[in-house]
Structure formats: C-alpha cells, structure tokens
C-alpha cells in the first residue's frame, strides 16, 4: 500500500471513520491513489469546532504517527467527500461555475431518498453546476444518513463535491444558500391537528432560527414538511435576517396533479396545460384553479365544457390525490415530491416560459389579489431565473373561485393563530374551521 499525503486532517479522519472496524487500533492506513496528489486535491475540514476524539494515523514508510481528529458527531463531511477537487486544474471542469451548498432536512426520509440523486445529478441545477450536499438527520437517523452518504459516494457523481452530515442544524445550514424543509413528524393515529401543528412548528422554528444565524443571507427555503403553508411561515417568522419572499411552501405536486387531470380530461398530453395555479393551503381546501388554466393555449372552460365536472370531480381530485396514492401504495407519495420540487427549484432558477406561471407557497403581504396579509399562501408566480419570483397580475376571478378561496384563506388564518407561540405573536389560539385534512390523510 502506498501512502497518501496526509496532510489533510479530515481526509484522514474521514478514512479513519470509515475503516474503524478494519484497521488495528490506532494504525490507520490511507490508501494509495493518483488521485490524491497533492496538486489536485486538498481535503477540506468544517472549521466547526467540534468535540474530538484523537487517534494516529502510521504513515507505512516513515512509520511516524500523526495526530487526527474525529469528530464525534456527524456533522462533518463525510467520506470521499472530504476530498476537494481543485476545479480550476481540469480542462473539463475549468468553465463550471462556484459550487453551491445545499441543505436538506429529513435527509434519511423517502422522498429525499428520491431527491438527493437528482440533485447531485445536475438535473437540478445543470451540468456546470458543482454541488454541496448537507444533510440533516436526528439521533434516529444518524446510522441512515450515513447510508445515505455511502450512497451518493457509490453513485460517482461528478457534480457532487462535498457531503456532510448531522444532527444540528446550526452546523448543517451553514452557509446553505438553498434549504429544502422535508423532514416533518408524521400525524399519528388520534392525533390532533393542532398538536400536529405544534411538534413540527417546533421544529421549524428551532430550524429558522438556524437558517437566520448560519445559512447565506439570501438562502432559498422551500418547505416541504406538513402542514408545510403555516411550516414555512413559522420558518421565515424565525428568519427575520432572511427577506420573506425567499421562503417557499411546496405546492407544485399539486399543480402537477391539477395538470395531469386536465390533460387526461382533454384527451391530451400534460405538455399542453399551462397557467394553472394552486391557490391557498396545501391540503383538502386548496383550491385548483380551473378559471384561469388553457390547454394549447385556450380557456380550460372552452376546451372542457363540463363545468361541473370541473368545480366537482376534478377539485375533490387534486384536493384528495395524495390519501387515494396512499391508499394504493400504502405510503405517501415520494418520488412525485420529488420530482415537483426539483420542478419548483427549476422554476426558480430558469426564466418562466412567455405567457405562463408556475404555483408555490410565498407571503402574502403586498400581493395583488385581495387575500390576507400575512400567511403563507400558493399563489401563481413568474421568475426570470435568479432564484427570485414576482406575482402574476393578470388574473380573472369569478364568485366560484374567490369563495373557494376564502375557504382556504380562513384555513391558513386559523392556522396562524394556533402557532402564535411560534411565531412571536402571543399566545395560540386554535379554533381550526373544520379538521381538514393534508391531502395524504384522506
Ligand atoms: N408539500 C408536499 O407536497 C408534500 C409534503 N409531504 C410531507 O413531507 C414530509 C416528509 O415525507 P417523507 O419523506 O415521505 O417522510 P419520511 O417519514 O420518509 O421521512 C421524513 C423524515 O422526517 C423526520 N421526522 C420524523 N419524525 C420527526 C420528528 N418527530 N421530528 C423531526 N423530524 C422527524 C425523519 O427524519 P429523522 O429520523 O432524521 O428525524 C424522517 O426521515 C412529511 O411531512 C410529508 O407529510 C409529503 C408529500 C407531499
Ligand atoms: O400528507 C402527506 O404526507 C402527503 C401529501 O402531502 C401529499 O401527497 O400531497
């Protein structure tokens, strides 16, 4: 075995890590590799300090011990990735760009499980588009993150340059300059809405409080985790250094159900449905809005003359599709998330086709449509590709659409004051309209 250069700490505690079990103790070899010259690589450390234990590492030829330092949690990189490839030495990987970090909750969960090799694909964020993942996970899972890990290594991914993993969200969010919130607590048998909304309220707030003192000033957020509308706003209301308007709650699977029964109703493939907006909560009172979508560019009211079909069947259908997909396959949808929040990050960062939108969670306050200040609501939004939006102006309502979005306002209102003790505004007050449902609970 030849010796790699070991001046790097975390190389060396990574390898150290990761070959515990089959080293003798305190003799811990480093394996030999061209690519660990020393001009293309450096290995990179969080400079996190963090509690160490200590442990030499034998260099075969001088048999001189040095000193590394593992940390003892998670929250370091993990594996290959500690390794930093010097992007600028290659003619191939010279013309990418600046590597972006990338933080996700719920990282051992199912739908991340879909979502991370995505994203370390560059199917997300392009092919000149380096990546840093940081993952967070809890005491439960920190054995399946590290699943996880060692499976993004074995993917050898060229755009995945970094890994971490680990359990605090103020070492995992550091410097994210995108947060995707997936990592939620399920709604258990005989629980109630409000303490749904209470534990994972909880959880968003300890995580915005995060995001606000470690990640990028203008970090992207999109929440993920249920009841993800009042998530979000517990998120940003944490945040108050990051502006509200970076702060998403995903509603774009709905819009992709919206979408994919219109085509189906139409007789044609989803490519021609466009302009549909998701108004208002992500759950049974969302309302899919029928009035302003086309197909191939004309009214859906034109092209589907069964109106009643659509206020009836096709609403309850979008509303409901996430428990008829549990129903089938006995577990909430994951790889659909994931491919709508890949959808939604796109939508972000590449400019809006002409004439269309796309629908996400944003803050209402300043919006042009009359809905209550103050909540976190989807909305139909544009972007021109800099990871910002606008509201869409020119939108037709009718008495069926604005009460049915009244419905969903007065949810999300009612929301909102079961979380004042999370969001700084006093004391909860939690008089919930009805038990509505998340559209998985059906
Ligand atoms: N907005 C949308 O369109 C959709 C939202 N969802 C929501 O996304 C979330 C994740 O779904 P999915 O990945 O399938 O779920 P999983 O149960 O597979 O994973 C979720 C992760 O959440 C974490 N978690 C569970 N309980 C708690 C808790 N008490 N405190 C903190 N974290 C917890 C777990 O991470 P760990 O063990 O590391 O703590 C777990 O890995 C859910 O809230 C789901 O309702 C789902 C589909 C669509
Ligand atoms: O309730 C859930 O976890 C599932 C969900 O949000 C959906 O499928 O839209």
Redesign the pocket.
Same mark, same amino acid.
């Given at each position: 075995m030849a010796v790699a250069e070991l001046t790097s700490r975390a190389a060396a505690a990574s390898f150290a890590r990761n070959n515990a079990n089959s080293l003798h103790a305190s003799q811990i070899y480093v394996p030999s590799s061209s690519s660990l010259s020393s001009d293309h690589f450096r290995a990179r450390y969080r400079s996190t300090v963090l509690p160490k234990i200590t442990c030499s590492v034998n260099q075969v030829q001088n048999s001189a011990p040095i000193q590394v330092e593992i940390p003892k949690d998670k929250a370091d990189c993990y594996g290959v990735f500690c390794l930093t490839y010097d992007l600028k030495a290659e003619e191939e990987t010279k013309s990418w760009k600046k590597m972006i970090n990338i933080a996700v909750s719920?990282?051992? /969960?199912?739908?991340?499980n879909h979502l991370l090799f995505k994203l370390a694909s560059g199917e997300v964020f392009g092919p000149d588009q380096p990546i840093a993942l940081r993952l967070l996970?809890?005491e439960?899972?920190t054995q399946a993150?590290e699943g996880v890990a060692m499976e993004l290594e074995d993917s050898l991914f060229p755009l995945l340059r970094e890994v971490n993993i680990g359990i605090d969200p103020y070492e995992v969010f550091q410097d994210a300059e995108w947060a995707l919130l997936?990592?939620?607590?399920?709604r258990g048998p005989g629980m109630e809405r409000a303490d749904l909304l209470d534990?994972n309220g909880q959880?968003f707030a300890e995580q915005g409080k995060a995001l606000n003192a470690v990640a990028s000033p203008n970090v992207k957020v999109i929440v993920?985790?249920?009841p993800?509308n009042t998530n979000a706003l517990i998120c940003m209301k944490n945040a108050p250094k990051i502006p509200a308007k970076n702060f998403h709650? *995903?509603?774009r699977?709905?819009e992709n159900r919206a979408k994919c029964q219109l085509a189906l109703k139409a007789g044609v493939f989803y490519d021609k449905v466009s302009n549909v907006t998701i108004w208002g909560n992500?759950s049974t009172t969302q309302v899919p809005d029928f009035l302003n979508a086309k197909i191939n560019g004309l009214p859906v009211k034109e092209v589907i003359k069964d109106h009643k079909w659509l206020e009836q069947e096709f609403t309850e259908k979008v509303q409901k599709r /996430?428990g008829a997909l549990i129903q089938k396959w006995g577990?909430?949808?994951?790889a659909s998330?994931a491919v709508?929040i890949v959808d939604a990050i796109k939508s972000l960062v590449t400019p809006t086709p002409e004439g269309d939108w796309f629908s996400s969670g944003v803050y209402t306050t300043g919006n042009p449509y009359g809905i209550a200040e103050d909540i976190v609501f989807s909305m139909p939004c544009r972007s021109n590709g800099d990871g910002d939006y606008e509201l869409v102006k020119e939108i037709q309502f009718d008495d069926y659409l604005r009460s049915r979005i009244a419905k969903t306002e007065a949810e999300l209102l009612a929301e909102k004051r079961c979380v004042a003790h999370l969001t700084g505004e006093g004391i909860a007050y939690c008089d919930l309209p009805e038990d509505t449902m *998340?559209p /998985?609970e059906m």
């Open positions: 719920g990282a051992a /969960g199912m739908i991340s996970g809890s439960r899972s993150l997936i990592g939620a607590k399920p534990i959880i993920v985790g249920n993800c709650a *995903l509603t699977l709905d992500h /996430g577990r909430s949808s994951a998330t709508s *998340l /998985g």
